[in-house]
């Protein structure tokens, strides 16, 4: 299994593009899925994690490939290919290796082959995380947002984060980039202020479906946000 997270920005005249790319390339897919096994075209948020407000410059796409063959492949003859090049302004993309997972997106386990394998002491480590907010808790949930939507940058071996979602305030999901497992596991289970956030999700009962997951970091390309730099 092969992962990729494209994120593109198509700005000024161009912002139109990105609002399309998410008909067009449904439409591509649907007509040949070029060895995906899943997939999802999501808008993104300003903050780098769930927010409310969009941003309609950016957008990102998560794809799984039954093998990197098929991703090199679709490069070569997929018109999304083209059109990313043509219309993005600029984009990155980062590849990716399943290693944990466990939960559900849209009744499916998209990377669940290959899970509970151990991360290298110094591996740059990758973090899904991505629920559906149920529609009766929506209104509580986003009251919380302050508490969620943390500034990831100020912690030790924080590298990047992005807010992605398919549904604009009920399916949102978070990306982050940790230099390694221990600076990921110092924030998540030894920050007060998330381990709140994590507390009240559970007793609110704010999601119908949850997914976590956990990545190994094998490359990445294009034009990548400066925050990379930390690891290059």
Known sequence: MFVTL??????????????LSMAVFRIILFLNN??????????????????????LNQWAYLWVWNSERDYRKFLEVSYISKYLKKFADEFFTIYL???????????????????????GIEEPIVVLTRATI???????FWKNVPEIAQNFSNNEGFIYSIGIGEVP???????SIWRNEASMKAFAYHKKQHA???KKTRQNKWYS??????FSLLGYSGKLPDSF????
């Open 34 to 55: 070029y060895g995906m096994s899943f997939y999802k075209l999501m808008g993104t948020g300003k903050n780098g994690t769930f927010d409310i407000k969009p941003d």
């Open 134 to 140: 149920k529609l009766n808790k929506a209104k509580d």
């Open 209 to 214: 479906e949850e997914l976590f997951a956990r």
């Open 97 to 119: 290796s399943p290693k944990q997972s466990h939960g559900f997106w849209d009744g499916k386990q998209p990377f669940a082959s290959n899970t509970h394998t151990s991360f």
């Open 196 to 198: 709140e956030v994590i």
């Open 6 to 19: 494209t994120v593109a920005q198509y700005k000024g005249s161009k912002t139109i593009f990105g609002f």
């Open 169 to 175: 305030f009920l399916k949102q999901a978070t990306i």
């Open 229 to 232: 730099s930390k690891l290059l």
